[in-house]
Nanobody, 125 residues
Framework: QVQLGESGGGLVQTGGSLRLSCAAS????????MAWFRQAPRKERDFVAA????????DYADSVKGRFTISRDNAKNTVYLQMNSLKPDDTAVYYC??????????????????WGQGTQVTVSS
């Protein structure tokens, strides 16, 4: 069992930066692939970024490539999402998710076993 808790969301102007954190409970964190998804009002939950259990592989949605960076610290049971050059279209609730069973089908919400409660990110124009 893994429990996830996001933090770091807030209100920022266009072009600004935020760093989201997702703290995980349990001693098995290092065995899970992790990801960030986001959901805007009246839209589906979309993939943002993923990272393998040892941090050696990462993947990004085209819309955030070059602006967002996912990383993890297995000693601290935490995964991060550094978001730069934010745009109003990035406004959403951001969720972290944990996936057992290897680094595959990382773009699909149904592949993930555990989810956090989400943190709101609002980018003003």
């Amino acid at each position: 069992q893994v429990q996830l808790g996001e933090s770091g969301g807030g209100l920022v102007q266009t072009g600004g930066s935020l760093r989201l954190s997702c703290a995980a409970s349990g001693r098995t964190f290092r065995s899970y692939a992790m990801a960030w998804f986001r959901q805007a009002p009246r839209k589906e939950r979309d993939f943002v970024a993923a990272i393998s259990s040892n941090g050696g592989m990462t993947d990004y949605a085209d819309s955030v490539k070059g602006r967002f960076t996912i990383s993890r610290d297995n000693a601290k049971n935490t995964v991060y999402l550094q978001m730069n050059s934010l745009k109003p279209d990035d406004t959403a609730v951001y969720y972290c998710a944990a996936k057992n069973g290897g680094y595959s089908r990382t773009h699909y919400p149904g592949s993930y076993d555990y989810w956090g409660q989400g943190t709101q990110v609002t980018v003003s124009s």
